[in-house]
């Protein structure tokens, strides 16, 4: 089964810098996808930004980008001058690229960082 | 609709009240995922359903525990007898039928059990 990890609870970030939040995945699979969401307040989840394993270049979405290590299993996120709403809980997560349907298509969670911004 | 809805926003139930959750995704999604978040961790699955047939139920956490989606739209989460550790938020998900762009999910349903 595949796992991952989010190993930061909280972190902090002064508005206009940039901070980098880490993510680690455990599996077998060589063909996945890698998501980061965003929970504000409201609870509903947010699509950031995705990558596609077998893709090598690292995807960006205007300030947000991703560091993507596949040989070391690891997915981080970095957030390009912070702003006030940017602060929420930030999950990455992993969807198996095996399946084209069915439950295989989860979506498996890490536990979360809470990002707090300052300002 | 333009968004995931979810219903109601909050509940309180009475340990072993039987609660139902409700689900309208977005029109034409085919694939629909249940998910439950306790608080300050990330949201583990529940149930998938791919339009009305529900395909796996391996995480529902117990008998009491039962998710329909009669018409491949509308989806209901039903908890019988709830209990403590049922208090939780419920979040619901849905995309087209392959959600390898990510799926679009509501704003939960926090249920809490006294």
């Known amino acids: 089964a595949q796992t991952v990890t989010q190993s930061q609870p909280e972190m902090s970030v002064q508005e206009a810098e940039t901070v980098t939040l880490s993510c680690t995945y455990d599996?077998?699979?060589?063909?996945?996808?890698l998501f980061w969401y965003k929970q504000p307040p409201s609870r509903q989840m947010i699509l950031v930004i995705r990558q596609e394993a077998y893709k090598q270049q690292n995807a960006t979405e205007n300030r947000f980008s991703v560091n993507f290590q596949k040989a070391a299993k690891s997915f981080s996120l970095k957030i390009s001058d912070s702003q006030l709403g940017d602060a929420a809980m930030y999950f990455c997560a992993y969807r198996s690229g095996q399946a084209t349907t069915g439950a295989n298509s989860k979506l498996t969670f890490g536990k979360g960082i809470t990002l707090s911004v300052r300002p | 609709g333009a968004g995931v809805s979810q219903s109601p926003r909050y509940k309180v139930a009475k340990r072993g009240q039987d609660v139902a959750l409700r689900c309208d995704p977005i029109?034409?999604?085919?694939?629909l995922f249940w998910y439950q978040q306790a608080l300050g961790q990330g949201p583990e699955f529940l149930t998938y359903?791919?339009?009305?047939?529900?395909?796996?139920k391996s995480g529902l956490p117990s008998d009491r525990f039962f998710a329909e989606r009669p018409e491949g739209s509308v989806s209901t989460l039903k908890i019988q007898r709830t209990q403590q550790e049922d208090s939780a938020v419920y979040l619901c998900a849905s995309s087209y039928i392959t959600g390898v762009y990510g799926y679009t999910f509501g704003s939960g349903t926090r249920l809490t059990v006294v």
């Open positions: 359903f791919q339009n009305e047939a529900q395909l796996d």
């Open positions: 599996t077998s699979e060589s063909d996945y996808y």
């Open positions: 029109s034409g999604h085919v694939s």
